[in-house]
Structure formats: C-alpha cells, structure tokens
C-alpha cells in the first residue's frame, strides 16, 4: 500500500501520466495535464464506466437488488448553457464556499479547511491554525505554538493544549488565532462568502447581459434534455441518463494533487423512477456503485460506503451516501469522497419547471418569491412531468443521482496499484521492483513486445505479434535495454502481460509470456501468442 504520496506523483510526472498544466509558465494552481500514458489511463476509467453504465446494460434483465429492469441512454450537453439553469437550480445563490484571508501571509483558506488546537502558556491563550490534520497537524501547531511563545522544544511540556485539532468554524473570536501562515495574532479576516462558478461572457456583449457560466456540475444539462430524451427515444420510466464531461468549480484552496482541482472530469447519471419506487432505487445505485469500484480494484477496507446523517443531507434529498476512499494524502482514519449517490426526489425537475426553489420550504418545497411576491428566479415554465400511458397517472419524477469524478477515481486507481516489491533479476540477485497492479481494463499498455536481440530474426517475429496485438489492444514494442530493464519499466506503468521473443523462438516458434502480478512466465507459439493475449485481457474486460 503506497504511503509516500511523493513517490506516486514523482512516477507520475517521470512516466507520463500526469504534468501541472503550463509546467513551464511555473505552473497554474488546480490544473492538471495528463501525459501519454495517463490520457489512457482516464480514458480507461471512463470508458469502463461508460460501458458498464450504459452501452454494456442489460435492459431486459433485471439486475440483482433492482426493483425491475431499466434503460440508460447518453448524453453529451454543453458546458455553457443558458445562465438561468443556475439560477433556477440554486448555483447562482448557493454555491460558495466561505473563505478567510490572512492579512499578513496574504493567503486564502476554506474556513471550514483550517484546523487548529487551543494552548495556553505564558498567562496567554491562543488558537494555533494549520492546514494539515492528523499527526502531522499536531506537530505542526506545537512548533508553531513553541515560536510563537518563544519556547525551546525541551520546554514543549510548558505548553498546556486544551482539546484535541478542531475546525476553525468552531471558533467565534479571530483576535486569538494564529493563522496557518502567520507569525501575529488576528492576522485572518472573517469568513466570507465566495461562488466557486467561473465567469464569462458570450458573444460581443461584455456586460451582465452576456454573463455565463462554465458549467460547475454536467448533471443540469441532464436535467434540462430530460424532456427531449423522453420525446426522441423510446425510453421508459424507469430509466437513466449518463453523461461524462469537464466541470469547472473555482476552489479556493485545490490541493492533493487532482484530489482537487479547478478543472475536473463528472461522470454522472440522473436515473428518473416513480416516487414511490424510489428509495428502493436509491438502495439499488448506492451498492451498485460501491460494488464496481470494488470490482475495479480498490480494496475492500479502504473503500467505505458513508451514508449521510439527517443533518449533512442537501434541502432536497430524501437520502445521500458517499463512496470514500482512504487516500494516502489523508491523516489515518480519514477518507475522501469519490463520488456520491443522492436521492434528489422532484427537487430538480420542479425547479426548471416553476423556479428556483425554497430550500427553507421543507418538506414541501415551494417556488422562492422575491419581495414583489413573484418568482426569484423563474423556471422554464416548459411541462416535464411525466404520463405513464399504462396507469394513465400523471406525475414528476424522482430522481437518484449517482456522481463521480473521473480524476478522483483516476486518482484512487494509480494510489491503490502503486505496489512495492522485490523480484529476482537475471542473475537470480534480488531486484527492488516498482508496480502498478493496475485492472487490466484500466492497464495503459495492455501488453508489451520484445525481441530479446535486435536481430537473428527475432525483431521480424516481434514486430508480427506487436502489429496483430495492436489491432484490439494499446501495445507498446520495445527493443531497447537489458530485457530486465525493458520488463522493470513496463511493470512500472502497470503493463499486464509482456512477450518476448528470445533463441528458443527460431528453432520451436514458440515465445514467452510474463505476467506482471505474478511473474509467471509461460510459453506459447508465436502464432497464437495474440489470442492468448486476447483470450486473457478478454476475461477480465
Ligand atoms: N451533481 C452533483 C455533484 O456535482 P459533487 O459531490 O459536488 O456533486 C460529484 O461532485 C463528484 O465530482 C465528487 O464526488 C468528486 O468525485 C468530483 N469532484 C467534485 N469537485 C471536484 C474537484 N474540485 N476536483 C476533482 N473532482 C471533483
């Protein structure tokens, strides 16, 4: 299990799979670039899941825990679209983050980001912040509260804490907080409310007339096309809608590595049931999900299902719960989402349909009114409720929301393969060994070639294979290096299967398989060597 994250992202600069993007402008903080071999990567994980979600579903079964069958349909909507949709969905007035300045280091927190633990020494008390938790916060405030005090560290027992690292939410009086990155006290401004939606303009206007947003969620180009999908497709409720798309969310603080960023990948569905089957639907998406980042390789207890205690649940949801994982990033014990599953019932529907929506109105939401008692931000005022033309009842959907970010997974997948080990080398001396024990499915290269000379006819017969193996999978053709060399960089990038051509090749045909989790090596004619291959990642795809 990887516990140095620095190893991981010196890989992945090293190999390819990930760049800060404008690397050599210095870099621009929460976005990244994904090399040759990380674009596979990614696209790897979105297309299984688009195969999985959809182009893959079986909709006359009825799926295991599914109250009946269903459909899923695609989606690829805009990332600009009409500034009322955020408006009406509740983005325009709600989707901030409250930040704190510090006038002194003249950084930027999330309030809700900095920790910090009340000590008292010297006849004085005061909050030490940090942005670190765990036991790496701790040793933080200590130094911090030690020069802040003007104690030597054999005078650390001096110190008296009061509590364990708590958010600075919980704090009322700023005058007493010594800020992550300050040397005074008072030093960070209250909190204040900042949108995370980028701005922009359309078209020639630069005024508010022509103001834009880049899209912070891909799921209200689902809800606005709910109704065109219904009317172009044969679609049935029930029924789901996918889409996977760029998001822009301008974070005040991005950070663990694309953990995240301010430009990120969504891979999510709106699945539109009856209101009454819906918690069952609810049930239903929740362990699916669950299920498939387990079945994709993420181990059993780093991955943890969270559902969300009544107080955490948005105004709209009926039910919310998280898919986790213990990212090497985080103090012990602690998780981040990869993605969430909520039941968002009529919620979004009704909004684009009457207006933005009370959210103080629980639990029957009503239209929010400004001080004219009309609607604050009026809706599309278009019909998207559905008719089922078998009971001949009339009514607006409910909807369960599954979201996923696909750089998260991305992220989740390369921290969980990461693997150390140590194997012997030509010689039989042992070798340490650096692995990506990467799903087959999600592997970049899916099997490399190797002559083990550059000549005697053994590039001929590489390069036959390399050709035939290319035509179903990204192959990579290597004759460069000692053989171990070749096999060492190939693990490293989490290749499943390698196949060498060596002396033995000429005289039976035959050519040799390795496979990476296992270094089992076995032979087989160089004739057949390409279905092998085929017949191998086959079973896994
Ligand atoms: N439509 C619901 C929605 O957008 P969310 O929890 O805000 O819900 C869904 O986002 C997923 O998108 C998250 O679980 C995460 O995987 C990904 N995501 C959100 N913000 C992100 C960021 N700043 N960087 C990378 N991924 C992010």
Sequence with gaps: MLKDMDKLVSLCKRRGFLF??????????????????????????KEAWWRDMVTGHDDLATLPGAPES?????????????PQIWKCSGHYDLFHDFMVDCRESKKRYRHDQVRGRWVEAKGKKIFVASQVGGDEGLAETEQKALKFYNLRAKNAPELAWDGPLVSLT?????????????????????PREFNLMFKTYVGALSGEEGAAFLRPETAQGIFVNFKNVLDSSRVKIPFGIAQIGKSFRNEITPRNFTFRSREFEQMEIEFFCHPASSPAWYQFWRNRRYKWYH????????????????EELS????????????????????????????????????????GKLDPHSKPDLKVELDADGKPKHRGSGKD???????????????VIEPSAGADRATLAFLCEAYQEDSVPDENGKPRERVFLKLHPRLAPIKAAVFPLVNKDGMPEVAERIYRDLKKSFVSFYDAKGAVGRRYARQDEVGTPYCITVDGQTLTDQTVTIRERDTLRQWRVKADDCAAEIRGLLEKDL
């Design 20 to 45: 800060q993007s404008s690397e050599i402008y210095g870099g621009l903080n929460g976005f990244w670039d994904y090399g040759p071999l990380g674009v596979e990567l990614k696209r790897n994980v």
């Design 70 to 82: 269903f459909d899923m349909t695609g989606l690829d909507s805009t990332i600009i679209m009409h």
């Design 170 to 190: 919980t704090v009322q009086d700023f005058s007493q907080v010594l800020g992550p990155d300050a040397k005074e006290l008072g030093t960070l401004t209250e």
């Design 295 to 310: 079945d994709m390789g993420l181990a059993g207890e780093r991955l943890q299902l969270r559902e969300h205690h009544t």
């Design 315 to 354: 105004h709209y949801s009926c039910g919310t719960a998280d898919i986790e994982y213990a990212f090497p990033f985080l103090p012990p014990g602690e998780y981040g989402e990869l993605e969430g599953i909520a039941h968002r019932g009529d919620f979004d529907l009704r909004s684009h349909m009457e």
């Design 384 to 398: 998207l409720s559905y008719f089922d033309d078998i009971t001949r009842e009339r009514y607006i959907p409910h």
